[in-house]
């Protein structure tokens, strides 16, 4: 006995049904990013271990327990990529793209993380990743998040709000820390493992925690900001200000810190009420030190991941359910010539119309059978070959949503014809 297959937990199907919400978004940012001047580029999904473990920091949620880490049996240590600007940064080393160079990318697909699946949290998931190497900032910072507003305003979401702090340099987050150690140590009593783990290893990601029963000691602890050194304040009142010019409503949030080591000054997160319990659609924030921790030259950078399952739950909300574009034009065809001739002739107008959206009847059937999947189509009109057609070497016309008069073209004419007739239906 066969056992039907089951599709692993966490991992999801995109069905051709939800598929246009996904198109619209990704049509959409690609534009976005290359009016803002930002270039795709593909990294792989797979990448050493040790880039991740390097990169993401080893007292992270991803690096401590989220990585489907694998190996060949060569000993070597692989993994999936849990999210994209490791890979980024890199292939900007390993492909000499640095040297003192400024370099706009972006780049989109999936990211595996192994955690607990809900509703719009996944084990695979779908991210568009825009990064900006080079740039000290904080206008291009301000203008990152400029594009990302622009998104949500074309995509029509309006339920989201951008969330800011500045992390400083990794010199005052020292600083910082240890005031933060002294404060954790006297609340140790609260403290779960992981992070009585963190206070010795990263006790800023102790902030992070998503842990109920620590959330009022969290929200007591100092804060960062009041320890922020005069250049990251600077650059960070540049921001702010910027923003405000523009016209970009933010709240400052001195508690977020984000899930991954390598940020310093800027971080901000879009997060919405939408969604439930995944508020977080789009983050990211500034990794000046990332690069020369990588082993690549001393570079100044800022990115933002955007979770693509969440974005188009969103617009889902907004805009109902999107439809992708029925055909134009639906053959159909009875009897075996007039098959024959029908694909002759839809590859003529495929030719002469490369826009038209064109359907022939694929499988057979008879007119009344044919008929029912033309109107099923959406087609706005059917193009019908019999054999009596066939034998005066004509197509008949019918309208299929609206009532209006059958006529003929010859097949000669068709292509000249078609458009006319099918402007004269959107009328
Ligand atoms: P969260 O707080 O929801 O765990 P995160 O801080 O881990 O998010 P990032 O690592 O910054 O998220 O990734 C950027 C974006 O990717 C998030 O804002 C979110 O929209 C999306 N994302 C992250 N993890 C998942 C997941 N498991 N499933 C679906 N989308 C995700
Ligand atoms: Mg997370």
């Known amino acids: ?21 996904w198109q619209l978004l ?78 706009k990318l972006w780049t989109s697909g999936p990211m595996f993380r192994h955690e607990k699946p809900q509703k719009e949290r996944y084990r695979q998931f779908y991210q568009m990743d825009v990064e900006a190497l080079g740039f000290p900032g904080p206008d291009i910072d301000a203008e990152m998040i400029a594009m990302s507003a ?29 005031v933060l150690v002294r404060y954790f140590e006297q609340h140790a009593d609260v403290l779960d493992e992981d992070s009585r783990r963190r206070l010795t290893g990263n006790p800023l990601r102790i902030l992070d925690s ?42 400052l949030d001195p508690r977020l810190v984000r899930g991954l080591d390598y940020y310093s000054r800027t971080v901000f997160e879009w997060v919405t009420d939408a969604l439930g319990s995944q508020g977080a659609i789009c983050s990211g924030g500034r990794y000046d030190g990332l690069i020369t921790q990588l082993g690549g030259e001393a570079t100044p950078a800022i990115g933002f991941a955007m979770g693509e399952e ?51 009847n694929m499988g057979g059937g008879n007119f009344k059978a044919q008929f029912r999947r033309a109107d099923r189509s959406g ?16 197509v008949a016309l019918k309208p299929l949503r609206q009532e209006g008069a059958q006529s003929e073209a010859a097949i000669a004419e068709l292509a000249a014809r078609l458009p006319v007739v099918l402007k004269a239906l959107e009328a």
């Not at 100092?222 to 709240?251: K, N, V, W, Y």
């Not at 193009?383 to 009596?388: K, R, S, T």
């Open 26 to 103: 990704e049509r959409t940012t690609r534009e976005l990013f290359a009016a803002y001047g930002f270039q795709e580029m593909r990294v792989p999904v797979v990448e050493h271990t040790q880039l991740f473990k390097r990169a993401i920091g080893e007292y992270t949620d991803i690096v401590e327990k989220e990585m489907y880490t694998f190996s060949m049996g060569d000993g070597e240590s692989l993994t999936l990529r849990p999210e994209a600007t490791a890979g980024i940064v890199r292939a900007a080393i390993t492909n000499g793209m640095l040297r003192g160079a400024r370099l």
């Open 150 to 178: 622009r998104l949500w305003r074309q995509l029509g979401l309006t339920r989201v709000q951008l969330k800011l702090n500045s992390l400083g340099t990794p010199e005052s987050r020292q600083a910082y820390r240890a």
């Open 310 to 360: 969440r974005v188009v739950a969103l617009i889902r909300q907004a805009q109902g359910e999107i439809l992708a574009p029925a055909p134009d034009v639906y053959v159909v065809a009875v009897g075996e010539a007039a098959v024959r001739e029908a694909l002759v002739i839809a590859e003529q107008l495929r030719e002469a119309l490369p826009a038209l959206r064109i359907e022939v």
């Open 379 to 394: 087609a706005a009109l059917a193009l019908v070959l019999g054999e009596d057609e066939l034998a005066r070497g004509v």
């Open 1 to 21: 006995m066969s056992v039907t297959p089951a599709a692993v937990r966490g991992m999801n199907d995109v069905l051709p049904a939800d598929i246009a919400a």
């Open 210 to 251: 998503k842990n109920p029963a620590m959330q009022q000691m969290i929200a007591g602890a100092p804060l960062l900001t009041e320890h922020l050194d005069a250049e990251s304040r600077a650059h960070f009142d540049g921001l702010c200000q910027m923003l405000t010019a523009m016209g970009i409503p933010f709240e």
